[in-house]
């Protein structure tokens, strides 16, 4: 029985399972399968035999993939998830067939390595023995045989059998059965008590068994003829039940032996369907017990098992009562004789290089290339053919291209030719008295004059006629008139234009100027000075906007010229200007008192206002002062890693051998983000692979080496702003940039050469994660605790593994402490770290004894921004009262009045940056409202002069972003927003932002303004 995990082996009892199958081949791995279903075990008859050789196959159903998995050999794996990791138990290497596919799913038949197996033994010399017999099955057939622990049995050499009849007769005489092993290996097995219990709440309905036991008291070999035919045979033992076989090798001390071995070897024949275990194997005794308590000893001679998410196994034990195996029983000449006629008669598939027969009938034949000198086919079904000579009693072609047809006679109802020459034609001449055309189609006509009176007028239609004068003067050509003068210029268009709008145009002389179209008169067409004082109406109402007003005002104020009239207006209340001149000298000392008042008051608000800009600053720096060295963190998922070779340190696997590096900042992956360097020490040979950040090692000279891959992480231009946000700009209103040269850090990557000749065997060793994360608090670890586990590698065939861990801790990065060692072996280690002021935890897996070190892993502690959330909540409360205080200074100075009726001086107070920005009389600020549904609503308040405008300014000037540690990300934009509670739990802040633009019409560079085709003006908003 296979060795698994004793946590796998509790959780496969359990009532409720749920397993994992893994198919693996090159380096495709398919973990989508439908349902397989495995026919095998280790006894191919119907009776207890020796020297069985079982082919083992499977029948798989996958979704279709478009995978060329023909001919491909694949490892199949049947798991579980055992502590949060998926534990695979391997089931075997199986060649793929020919795969079906319908419904969106291929099916497919794989067979073990026994078939390999199926070719012509042969070996030099007379005599050998056992073990040099199936050493060379190995060289034919390429599939490992194990001999370790045979002891070799002398015989002769095989002359004129197959591989597989040499294996079986070798297992028997060594009292055994051939079988393909889980690592595709052929080994020689006896069937061995597992002490694997079945009972009754394991298996469906009742185990159906025999009366009596199943013992053997003797065997009897037939080992050939003499020389009259008569079988030749040897026994061992006595008794009524008896096993009877054929082998010319066998002899009678090795026929003693197999006896000896049989001596206490009894069980139950049988049958039961159980819920299945992948750790059984085809020679293990299972200990079944039925509903009356009563156990029996069932070896697993014939399994079947179906998977599909479950596992169901069918296990039968053959037996055949004594009287059975006399009535079957089948002499050495019967036996010879359906070898023979095996071998020369049914062959059901053949593998042949060279093949000459003189004749052969073949029902079914698929050919790659076949030349033939002469053949007689009554069809053919073919895509392409090409013929030198073809001749042919009857000829149908859809579609044929000839070169030259030479024909007595030929039928075409429609022909149609560029060119041909014919030798006799016979004219037809066609008269009005011989021939009436009723209608005819003539394309082209060779006529030489054609009279008017002859013609029936109907439409002349102008996209196919042009008509035109004998002077050019004018033309008609489809949609469009034109008029030229005696120069050929176009003077005159009307009609379609160039566009397919309908219009009409007058040109000037040259033909280009417009001087009217379908818009109006244009500029050219009036004359200077063609416009007088009676040609303008007195109601014309000119708006202002189209006079040159500057000018005017200019004119006056440079000239002795004035302004009359009786009454100025000063403003919307029916106020004069002459009005507010008399009473202004009496009230300005009035208002320069209260102005003064209204300053202090602003000065107050301007410290409290600076105090919370301060505070929200500090708040801000932490966020920006995360993206630092400190903060910057960085692991490999495989910090060291032992090459087992060869003793003089030649050979070696390193297809495991590699190490992925990435880069957090605070506990966010930014390993996209930055840059790496890779530096190899001397006698180390790989590549590094920039897409996965990994570095494989492919070769290595020296004992000892190591990767160094270094990266560099916030590099690029920044813009360079004040201490409030605000980006500095050239005098030509470009932003500054600066270069920033980020933050480096480094890790490495060991190897090392384990000289012990155990090449393909590697260790590795795996944490639950590769980061932990500490909390705002400074005490809260996220996982409280790292799960570490090793799988070993044996040239392909992954297990767990127990072994022993060392766990050291360090607080500076630098100095490692020991925290903890196994005291003795153990599947893995769940380890707490001892305090959250550490910035690492290392493992190093020990070899079973904790003789060597195999592999080692590092887990970093990644620091959240600590006190952020209370340094931005003592902020908003400065800001609150910062708020109250300019709200009621921009109200008192929003209220000084001059004293007289309606004049009013306003006094503009710039208030300090807050949460956002300030435009003079406008204060931005942001609302907190918890909705008590894990969700918090942002509202956008802006005032002005201690009233709310918010809704004054479109909603599009109102931003949102998230700041983190990763950086800050766009939310959207509007009066409020609605955020999650729960994607702030690891830290992050929302920023509120109002910014006013100016709206710009978009200009040709002639200074026309572009337009949609319904007359909008094309807008754009420039930041103020």
């Known amino acids: 029985m296979y060795q698994s995990t004793a946590e796998f082996g509790n959780l496969v009892q359990q009532d409720s399972r749920t397993f994992k199958c893994l198919l693996t081949y090159d380096k495709v791995s398919i973990t989508k399968v439908k349902s397989i279903k495995l026919t095998g075990g280790s006894e191919a008859e119907d009776d207890f035999s020796l020297g069985s050789t079982m082919s083992q196959y499977i029948e798989v159903t996958i ?129 061995v008590d597992s002490d694997y219990k079945v009972k009754p709440n394991r298996y469906w309905g009742n185990f159906e068994h025999n009366d009596y036991n199943f013992n053997v008291s003797k065997f009897v070999c037939f080992t050939g003829q003499d020389k009259n035919g008569k079988s030749i045979s040897i026994s061992s033992g006595s008794g009524a039940r008896s096993v009877s076989f054929s082998n010319p090798f066998m002899t009678q001390t090795a026929l003693n032996n197999i006896l000896a071995s049989f001596k206490s070897f009894f069980y139950m024949p049988g049958t039961l369907k159980m819920m299945g275990d992948p750790r059984v194997d085809p020679w293990d005794v299972l200990t079944v017990e039925d509903l009356s308590g009563n156990t029996y000893k069932v070896p697993v001679m014939k399994l079947e098992w179906e998977y599909d998410g479950g596992l169901t196994y069918s296990v039968e ?63 053919i079904n073919g895509e392409v053919g090409n013929f030198k000579e073809l001749t042919a009693a009857n000829f149908k072609a859809a579609n044929a291209q000839i070169d030259i047809l030479n024909g007595n006679y030929a039928n075409i109802k429609v022909l149609l030719s560029g060119g041909a020459g014919i030798g006799d034609l016979q004219n037809i001449h066609l008269t009005s008295q011989n021939a009436v055309i ?13 009279s008017v009176a002859d013609l029936l007028a109907g439409t002349i239609s102008t996209n196919k006629f042009l008509i035109a004068s004998d002077d050019g003067g004018i033309r008609i050509k489809g949609a469009t008139q034109q008029w030229s003068d005696e120069n050929g210029t176009i003077r005159m268009q009307a009609g379609r234009d160039a566009n397919g709008d309908f219009t009409f145009s007058l040109f000037d002389k040259t033909g280009k100027g417009i001087l009217i179209d379908a818009t109006g008169v244009k500029p ?41 009239s009786s009454r100025i207006w000063f403003d919307d209340q029916n106020q004069s200007l002459n009005q507010s001149y008399s009473q202004l000298n009496q009230n300005v000392i009035e208002i320069r008192s209260t102005a003064s008042s209204a300053a202090s008051k602003a000065d107050a608000a301007n410290e409290t206002a600076g105090a919370a800009s301060k505070t929200a600053q500090q708040a801000l720096s932490v966020l920006s002062g995360i993206s630092t060295l400190d903060a910057i963190g960085a692991t490999l998922n ?41 530096t190899v020490s001397a006698g180390v040979t790989g590549h590094w692979d920039e897409t996965s950040r990994t570095y494989y090692v492919t070769a290595m000279s020296a004992d000892n080496g190591y990767v160094d891959i270094d990266a560099l992480y916030g590099t690029g231009d920044r813009y360079l702003t004040t201490r409030k946000g605000l980006r500095l700009t050239t005098r030509a209103g470009k932003y500054i940039l600066v270069q920033s040269g980020g933050a480096h850090i480094r890790k490495r990557f060991s190897i090392s050469k384990a000289k012990d000749g155990k090449i393909g065997l590697s260790y590795d060793l795996h944490s639950s994660t590769l980061a932990v994360r500490k909390q705002k608090d400074g005490k809260t670890l996220i996982p409280a605790s790292i799960t570490f586990s090793a799988t070993q590698n044996d040239n392909g065939l992954v297990r767990s593994y127990s072994g022993r861990y060392s766990i050291q801790e360090t607080e500076d990065g630098t100095n490692y402490m020991l925290k903890y060692v196994s005291v003795a072996d153990e599947i893995q280690k769940i380890y707490t770290p001892s305090s959250a002021n550490i910035k690492a935890v290392r493992c190093t897996l020990l070899s079973a004894g904790g003789v060597s070190e195999l592999d080692t892993q590092t887990v970093i502690i990644l620091v959240d921004a600590e006190g952020l959330s209370d340094d931005i909540k003592k902020a908003q409360d400065t800001a609150d009262a910062a708020k109250e205080a300019i709200v009621t200074t921009n109200q008192n100075v929003a209220n000084i009045e001059s004293g007289m009726d309606g004049f009013r001086a306003e006094l503009k107070q710039t ?108 807008t754009v908003w420039r930041e103020n």
């Open 63 to 191: 979704p279709d993939g478009n995978l060329l998995i023909e001919g491909k050999e694949i490892l199949l794996q049947i798991g579980m998830d055992v502590n949060g990791l998926t534990e695979y138990i391997p089931m075997g290497y199986f060649t793929v067939g020919k795969p079906k596919k319908a419904d969106d799913q291929i099916t497919f038949t794989a067979y073990d390595r026994m078939m390999n197996t199926e070719r012509t033994f042969s070996m030099d010399g007379t005599t050998t023995n056992t073990v040099a017999a199936l050493k060379k099955i190995a060289d034919i057939t390429g599939v490992p045989v194990v001999t370790t622990g045979l002891t070799a049995i002398s015989m002769k050499v095989p002359k004129g059998y197959s591989c597989r009849e040499v294996l079986s007769y070798v297992a028997q005489l060594h009292g055994a059965f051939a079988v393909c092993n889980r690592r595709g290996q052929i080994e020689l097995h006896t069937y």
């Open 317 to 379: 034990a053959v037996g055949l009562s004594e009287e059975e195996t006399n009535a079957d029983y089948k002499g050495p000449q019967t036996k010879e004789m359906e070898r023979y006629y095996a071998q020369l008669v049914m062959i059901d598939q053949a593998m042949i290089n060279k093949l000459d027969v003189d004749t052969a009938n073949i029902t079914y034949a698929t050919i790659k290339n076949l030349n033939v000198v002469e053949e007689n086919v009554q069809k």
């Open 438 to 450: 009723d209608s005819a189609l003539i394309r082209s006509a060779v006529m030489q004059t054609v």
């Open 524 to 564: 050219d067409a009036i004359a200077d000075g063609l416009i007088v004082n009676k040609m303008v109406a007195d109601n014309a109402a000119i708006a202002g906007s189209k006079l040159d007003i500057p000018s005017v005002i200019s004119a006056i104020n440079d000239s002795s010229q004035t302004i009359k």
């Open 638 to 678: 495989n910090d060291a890693h032992v090459v087992h070779t060869n003793t003089d340190g030649s050979g070696g696997d390193y297809s495991d051998c590699s190490s992925k590096m990435t880069v957090y900042l605070g506990d966010t992956d930014v390993s996209d983000d930055s840059i790496f360097t890779v």
């Open 911 to 1018: 208030t300090t940056d807050l949460h956002g920005l300030t435009d003079n009389t406008l204060l931005y600020n942001v609302k907190y409202q918890d909705n008590g549904n894990d969700t918090t609503t942002l509202s956008a308040v802006l005032y002005k002069n201690g009233n709310d405008v918010t809704k004054l300014y479109p909603a599009r000037w109102y931003t949102w972003n998230r700041k983190t540690e990763s950086g800050q990300s766009y939310l959207g934009y509007g009066y409020s927003i609605t955020v999650k509670n729960s994607d702030y739990e690891f830290g992050g802040v929302t920023i509120g932002s109002f910014t006013t633009y100016d709206t710009m019409n978009l200009t040709t560079r002639s200074g026309n303004q572009l337009t949609t085709r319904s007359g909008n003006h094309l």
